[in-house]
């Protein structure tokens, strides 16, 4: 089964970068699944709305655009070509600077911002975009 960013590449595009989701935000839905695993297993609920929501997120920044799809059953996705985006901005917490998660707000051309929440390593992914960036308007 392919992913939903490898059935959107057009042609000539190719993923450059490839981002995740932090599990740390999602701390709470893993510990109240675990706590109420002995209650009938009503615990299992939680820890796979947990594992959906992680597994169903696809982040990529390839040579042409940022593309981010959310969701298994609903869909919500946000791609933006990289000669749209004025600014990528990291927003982390105390705890996302200590566990390496935060969220990434792009703002582009004609488009509001579109805030990525909860992703892992946003200032690796904040840099693999600017390095993309700067390669597009090389050429």
């Not at 939903?4 to 981002?19: K, R």
């Not at 799809?69 to 200590?98: A, C, H, M, P, Y």
Request: hydrophobic letters at 50%; aromatic letters at 12%; glycine letters at 8%.
């Amino acid at each position: 089964m392919a992913s939903y960013i490898e059935d959107a590449l057009i042609q000539d595009e190719h993923i450059l970068y490839t981002g995740r989701i932090s599990l740390w935000p999602m701390w709470w839905l893993l510990l109240i699944g675990v706590l109420l695993l002995p209650a009938f297993g009503l615990g299992l609920i939680f820890l796979a709305t947990a594992y959906i929501k992680y597994k169903t997120t696809e982040l990529a920044i390839t040579n042409k655009r940022v593309i981010a799809k959310f969701g298994f059953i609903s869909r919500r996705t946000v791609e933006i070509n990289i000669s749209k985006v004025e600014s990528i901005q990291v927003d982390q917490s105390v705890l996302g600077r200590i566990f390496d998660f935060g969220t990434l707000l792009i703002a582009g051309t004609g488009v509001s911002q579109a805030p990525i929440l909860g992703i892992s390593k946003p200032m690796e992914f904040r840099k693999a975009f600017m390095e993309a960036q700067d390669s597009a308007h090389a050429y």
